[in-house]
């Protein structure tokens, strides 16, 4: 086992210094990609960095109904990611495995969510309530989505190990894995949701209410929110990758590594690309799509249970 | 002559009430009523003649007649005429019946000439300030002619908040401005929200008035107007222009060379494509399509350049006086006019396309913000709001003016009244302007671009001039006056009929489709307002106080 311990730790740091250092780049990328979509230069692809030292380093502005939560919520909410990132394969295997289990991921990805609900009822505007309800309603119909396939991994491995699950287990039951593909489907059509961008950045829509729950938000706490946000398109593209597709990761380090960093690329490029053909959905018209994936989702599970 | 035939029947019907009527021609119609009888012949002429509503005005005539003045202008699009039904007031009582009864279209002008002029309308439902804020002590009216234009009452309070209604019961308020990303200039709808649907809104406008009505009748003269007038809006200001010179050489009956009638007429176009491919980006990116944001304004820069090589801006042309115009586009532009059209008609082609067959765009924009035809009867709605619900009018081709008359083009209408309505006949609106155009190129004859006027302008005349900016019709009224400018000079840009429909149009919609519903009629708040300034210093920096900026506004005077 003390081999393993350090086999652990290294781990663990790989995993989250590599998060929170490539987090920025990719979003470099995805801004230079729109850009190049819509016939613009866009910014340098190192600007996210300097957004975030340039929040990180200016004054902590207190207001809002409750500047104490205000500041908790901005934490936690980054603190989420992180932990979120600590659990999902990066290519050197599950750093926190021994640590907790798939259900333990569950409640830190639904953690995430909560805490945008948590930032815009501490702001305390009308928009940021507006955005927090926006929220609200959409982390009900969405977040059973990615619980669901873990739920299946689980059942067909028979497993809530994190190594075993997020190793492809989705396809782990014999035969034509039915349910895997099913939820392979779903979690793909509901993606653009998980990581907030367009067409389902509908709580933020900043043409509609003013980026909502972040409206009062400025200086380090924003750059929290936006380090987390930044963080939680990384760590839900390797989960995705480690759910959904697993081949080659398990190579020798570093092509493993690689594999899984090139795969998570490739996502974060087709989410780009998504969110730069589309045009925001309505919560009604969000949710009730959300609901349809519910359902199939439902089907994928009893499918599950039944082996297939 | 359809002039005659209206007046008739106006005559038959209400007889001792008509004391005096002009027929100028030219499409033109001036009916002087007994104020008691205004109610009656302006309902007739809107509900039984079918006229649509375009605007009321008040003017203060004393120094000339002794009495005050309204006028409520109505146009028969079919006919080609456009009619003023005209009061004198007595200076002691200046007060008339409301007709925002039988025409409700008219709620908004009441209002505002109840605030400037301070003539009463009688019975009016909803009698609020619209203009004047709510420190503007009672009594002051700042478009009597005994008030200077730079005249600041001793007891305002220009820090006071204004008064709100209450909202219904149930609904809590959401704050739509006055600041808002969506929104580019200052205007407060507080919505009344229940959930995510909106119960109703109230409006506060008029933040930024700039009193430029009040400037050309006491300080500018006829030929400064025009550049003045150009910058009642930032995206079709040139529309402005030309409807003001309109009003005046249709007033003092001059003509205008008709090589200067083809450049207005081209002018008016470059702006209609400009603002409509503006208008098609700003509405994607309100529904969060920003690809199609940027690429319409990729599409749109051309035009902009070849404005600014025909005019030497890329907005604000600077292109009219009375009597013709001031730049004029020889063959060498004509023919780079022509390139850039072929390239932005290919380019537009495939937008369209890829807007037409996607449906994303059509689900959050159809069934939205619906304007029925009985509201575009009732509110006076304009231009492609209109259009988009079936309503066929085009002051191009109702009310011709400068050369459209020698173009051949399509009105664009559509039926649905939706956002999505409105976006198509913009879009398509988009080929006919390109078309209009190069008919003009082709057409155009030779000749000077300005007449020579050699008498001074007649006095106390009236001119009226209907534009189809690419909003809808701006609608200018002038009295021509003494020392070398107008009396009186009433501007009334679409977006003020068009906004008194969002009421209506946003009634039990999403929240998320407010932005989309206010966008899809391009409201320009500065067209509304009529005034607007942006001051860009840099070097120190310093906080202006409401006081100190009024202070800056009147030159130390203040």
């Known amino acids: ?308 | 002559m359809e002039a005659r035939t209206k007046l008739g029947e106006l005559k038959e019907k209400f007889g001792g009430s008509i004391r005096r009527a002009d027929l100028p021609g030219g499409g033109r119609m001036f009916v002087v009523v007994d104020p008691r009888a205004i109610k009656a012949v302006c309902g007739h002429i809107f509900r039984d003649m079918g006229a649509r509503y375009v605007i009321s005005i008040g003017a203060d005539d004393r120094p000339f007649s002794g009495e005050y003045l309204v006028a409520h202008n109505f146009a028969f699009d079919r006919a080609k005429l456009l009619c003023g039904v005209l009061s004198y007031l007595p200076a002691e009582r200046p007060a008339l019946d409301s007709i925002s009864d039988v025409v409700p279209a008219a709620s908004w002008a009441e209002r505002e000439f109840r605030d400037l002029v301070g003539i009463e309308p009688i019975g009016h439902r909803y009698p609020k300030r619209l203009v004047l804020p709510d420190g503007w002590p009672e009594g002051v009216h700042p478009l009597r002619k005994d008030v200077s234009w730079d005249h600041v009452p001793a007891n305002f309070d220009g820090e006071l908040e204004f008064k709100f209604d209450d909202p219904p019961e149930g609904c809590v308020v959401v704050p739509f401005g006055p600041f808002h990303p969506t929104l580019d200039e200052p205007a407060h709808f507080r919505l009344y929200v229940d959930g995510e649907v909106v119960r109703g809104c109230e409006y506060r406008g008029f933040m930024a008035h700039r009193g430029i009505e009040k400037l050309a009748e006491s300080v500018l003269s006829y030929n400064d107007i025009p550049m003045m007038a150009e910058r009642i809006c930032g995206i079709c200001g040139c529309v402005h222009s030309v409807t003001y010179v309109q009003a005046v050489e249709n007033a003092a009956a001059l003509r205008v060379p008709e090589r200067a009638e083809f450049v207005r007429t081209i002018m008016l176009e470059v702006e209609r494509l400009h603002s409509h491919l503006l208008w098609v980006g700003l509405a994607c990116h309100i529904v969060g399509f920003d690809t199609l944001f940027m690429q319409s304004f990729r599409i749109r820069e051309p035009i902009m350049w070849v404005a600014e090589k025909i005019t030497g801006n890329r907005k604000t042309y600077g292109l009219c006086v009375v009597g013709g115009v001031r730049w004029d586009i020889g063959s060498e532009m004509a023919a780079e006019l022509r390139g850039v059209l072929d390239k932005l008609e290919e380019e537009w082609r495939s937008v369209v396309d890829a807007v037409s067959s996607d449906r994303n765009i059509q689900k959050r924009t159809r069934g939205v913000g619906v304007a029925s035809a009985q509201l575009v009867k009732d509110v006076g709605l304009v231009g492609p709001v209109a259009r988009a619900s079936g309503a066929d009018i085009d002051c191009r081709r109702d009310h011709p003016y400068a050369a459209y008359d020698r173009v051949d083009f399509d009105v664009i209408v559509a039926r649905d009244g939706d956002v999505w309505s409105r976006l198509v006949v913009r879009m398509n609106e988009v080929f006919e302007s390109i078309r209009i155009i190069r008919q003009c190129l082709e057409k155009m004859p030779g000749g000077p671009i300005q007449s020579q006027i050699e008498d001074e302008l007649p006095v106390g005349r009236m001119g009226l001039s209907s534009v189809e900016a690419p909003r809808g019709e701006a609608h200018h009224f002038v009295v021509t006056g003494e020392n070398n400018r107008p009396r009186r000079w009433r501007v009334r840009a679409p977006t003020y009929q068009n906004l008194q429909g969002i009421p209506s149009m946003i009634k039990d919609q999403q929240l998320a489709d407010m932005t989309i519903a206010l966008g899809s009629i391009d409201p320009c708040f500065s067209c509304t307002d009529r005034m607007e300034t942006i001051d860009v210093r840099s070097g120190h920096r310093r906080i202006w106080s409401g006081e100190d900026l009024r202070r800056l506004a009147l030159g130390g005077r203040g």
């Not at chain 1, 930044?230 to 760590?235: E, N």
């Open chain 1, 1 to 308: 086992m003390t081999m393993d311990w350090g086999r652990l730790v290294l781990a663990g740091i790989f995993n989250v210094g590599a998060v929170l250092l490539v987090a920025p780049f990719l979003e470099g990328v995805v801004r230079k990609v729109t850009a190049r979509i819509q016939s613009r230069q866009g910014p340098p692809i190192w600007q996210p960095y300097f957004d975030l030292l340039k929040l990180l380093g200016k004054e902590d502005i207190e207001s809002g109904d409750v500047p104490g939560m205000q500041q908790f919520a901005a934490r936690l909410s980054f603190a989420a990611a992180v932990a979120v990132a600590c659990m999902v394969p990066m290519g050197v295997g599950v750093p926190l495995q021994g640590a907790g289990d798939a259900i333990l991921l569950i409640y830190l990805m639904t953690l995430c969510g909560v805490c945008t609900v948590l930032g815009g009822l501490a702001a305390g505007s009308t928009f940021s309530l507006v955005g927090m309800s926006r929220e609200m309603m959409s982390m009900v119909a969405l977040e059973p989505l990615f619980a669901v396939a873990i739920l299946i991994g689980a059942i067909h491995t028979g497993s809530f190990r994190l190594e075993t699950v997020l190793d492809g287990s989705v396809y782990a039951a014999g035969g034509v894995p039915v349910s895997g593909l099913i939820m392979l489907g779903v979690v793909a059509l509901s993606f653009q949701a998980f990581v907030a961008r367009v067409p389902f950045d509908i709580s933020e829509a900043e043409t509609e209410i003013m980026e909502g729950p972040l409206m009062e938000y400025s200086g380090p706490k924003l750059a929290m929110f936006k380090y987390a946000r930044m963080v939680k398109l990384v760590a839900y593209s390797a989960l995705f990758v480690a759910l959904f597709l697993p081949w080659g990761s398990s190579l020798v380090f570093p092509l493993g590594a690689l594999l899984t960093w090139g795969k998570v690329l490739g996502l974060v490029l087709l989410v780009t690309l998504v969110a730069a053909t589309h045009a925001r959905y309505r919560i009604d018209q969000a949710i009730r799509y959300f609901g349809c994936l519910l359902g199939v989702s439902m089907v994928a599970l009893v499918l599950a249970s039944l082996g297939m």
